[in-house]
């Protein structure tokens, strides 16, 4: 039976042991985690707080929405397909990558065997946002950093991994021509896929300022085009990748030591500002380096 912790890494026999553990009811810790708390807020937050400490909620990748319906929508699903998914015990992950007419993960035993791919790491790589086909093709060794570097496969916003540029664009109903032109002219990859006319879309930041291009915005704020992109495609938020200084990414350091919970890795981690350990996950992390950043007590 899979371990039950908490933030501090102590462990409890259910999950109803350790919300009552916090004074809390099991139903109120669960809610709060689908909603995109951290576990550490979900459990230490008084219950006379409710759970309107936070607004809107917070996908796999730390994206925020203004509602659960909104993040639901973003993915393409209904609220009542997510909330039934993560009933049945999905993780968020895979409750929001599962095209909405897929109710159960399938496995070709046949072409994973000719790829060398086990039904475990076909699983792994789905809950890390990669297209079935795809997650099935990639020999073991070959992925993904080698296959995408050599342009073989690509992923778009989200992190989905497909097996060619014209594949990703026509799963966004684009054609491959079009999204190339757009990028080359500065747009951001989600719109570059999700705008279906010919309008100008302005780059714009986390402050809703508008910019011409990427490049005009990341010179604003000091940080290297490549940069900015390779943190966009890493997860960070735009906040993040904009203002956390370059060498700064790792400012809260994690020991190695780390622990899954409902498909989440969570790390022990000190951080050298506030001389502090906590348990983080790696958006969490981000977080954290961001506030000190913000409250400037990070040398740049």
């Not at 000190?270 to 380096?289: G, L, N, Q, W, Y």
């Amino acid at each position: 039976m899979p371990k039950c912790l908490d933030h501090l890494g102590t462990e409890y026999g259910s999950k109803k042991e350790r919300a009552r553990a916090y004074g809390l009811g099991n139903t109120t810790v669960d809610e709060r985690l689908s909603a995109g708390w951290s576990l550490e807020e979900a459990l230490t937050t008084p219950s006379n707080h409710g759970n309107k400490r936070r607004v809107g909620c917070k996908d796999h990748r730390g994206k925020s929405y203004p509602s659960f319906r909104a993040m639901a929508r973003a993915y393409g699903l209904e609220k009542s397909t997510l909330k039934e998914r993560l009933d049945r015990g999905w993780s968020l992950k895979d409750a929001l990558i599962t095209p909405p007419d897929k109710t159960r993960i399938t496995f070709d035993e046949e072409k994973a065997k000719e790829n060398g791919i086990s039904k475990s790491t076909y699983k792994s790589r789905l809950r890390r946002g990669w297209d079935e086909d795809a997650a099935l093709s990639i020999k073991v060794g070959d992925a993904p950093y080698e296959a995408l570097k050599e342009g073989e496969y690509c992923t778009d916003h989200l992190g989905k991994v497909y097996r060619s540029y014209k594949k990703r664009a026509e799963a966004y109903g684009q054609k491959v021509d079009v999204v190339w032109h757009r990028l080359e002219y500065g747009w951001c990859l989600e719109k570059a896929l999700t705008v279906k006319d010919g309008r100008r879309v302005f780059c714009t930041d986390h402050k809703e300022n508008k910019y011409k291009s990427i490049t005009e915005m990341c010179d604003t704020y000091g940080i290297k085009r490549d940069v900015y992109i390779k943190r966009i495609e890493s997860g960070y938020t735009q906040e993040e990748a904009l203002l956390i200084p370059t060498g700064k990414e790792f400012l809260c350091k994690h020991h190695g030591k780390a622990f899954e919970m409902d498909g989440i890795m969570y790390y022990y981690c000190e951080c050298p500002i506030c001389k502090e350990e906590h348990v983080f996950t790696e958006a969490e992390m981000r977080s954290h380096t961001l506030m000190h950043v913000k409250n400037k007590e990070v040398r740049l």
